[in-house]
């Protein structure tokens, strides 16, 4: 199995629910829940508000890893502010859910995308550093975020994403799903990675001036 980036996939062996708990955030109070893959022991802390069902169709965010952008308020990316925005949207609904995928750098680990970043610096672009490493473009896999999704009994999601690639494991695996853009202003710091991201990944702005 392919991702539209070509990258191989790996079917998800199941997830185990582990631990839950209250987290009050800046945003409001949300439940933290603790999901491990059975077959490679990745964690996903998953963020859920509200009572969850299978006909209301739901906010959802698949959120991933970026410690730069969600811990250090890198200014390279849109990352950070998309989960504060997804957060809120939340928030303001009382019902939704943030599954925290940890595939930091589309899949390539933290010490790879600082050394993506070097690249960058010398002049490339996000996909040409990743080739450049010897990674393809995207390396992410969302088999255990469905599988998540489905322990939740969700089956009509609308989906916080710009990315095809998210939308479309959904839809194969299933769900009903609604796009819903997350899109965060843009400037100078940002423009040229935005443009990158929808012409060489194919990823869906509209309201954003990334020229």
């Not at 109070?29 to 491990?36: A, D």
């Not at 928030?91 to 899949?107: C, N, S, W």
């Not at 999601?157 to 796009?179: C, H, T, W, Y």
């Amino acid at each position: 199995m392919t991702n539209g980036n070509g990258s191989s996939t790996r079917e998800c062996a199941g997830v185990e629910r582990l631990a839950e708990a209250n987290l009050p955030t800046e945003f409001g109070l949300f439940r933290i829940i603790g999901f491990k893959s059975r077959l490679d022991g990745e964690e996903f802390p998953v963020l859920v508000k509200g009572e969850l069902d299978g006909e209301t169709s739901t906010l959802v965010r698949i959120h991933s890893q970026c410690l730069t952008g969600d811990v250090f308020h890198s200014l390279k990316c849109d990352c950070g502010r998309q989960l504060d925005h997804a957060m809120k949207l939340i928030q303001e609904e009382g019902r939704g859910v943030i599954i925290y995928q940890q595939q930091e750098g589309r899949g390539i680990g933290i010490t790879n995308k600082i050394r993506a970043y070097e690249l960058q610096d010398a002049g490339q672009d996000t996909v040409e550093a990743n080739l450049s490493l010897g990674f393809e473009a995207d390396l992410r896999q969302y088999e255990c975020c469905v599988n998540i999704l489905k322990q939740l009994g969700l089956q009509r999601v609308r989906l916080m994403s710009n990315n095809p690639d998210k939308i479309a494991a959904l839809n194969e695996a299933g769900f009903d799903v609604q796009r819903v853009p997350i899109e965060v202003e843009s400037d100078e710091r940002t423009a040229d990675y935005l443009k990158t991201k929808k012409e060489k990944l194919g990823h869906m702005f509209g309201a954003v001036d990334l020229k």
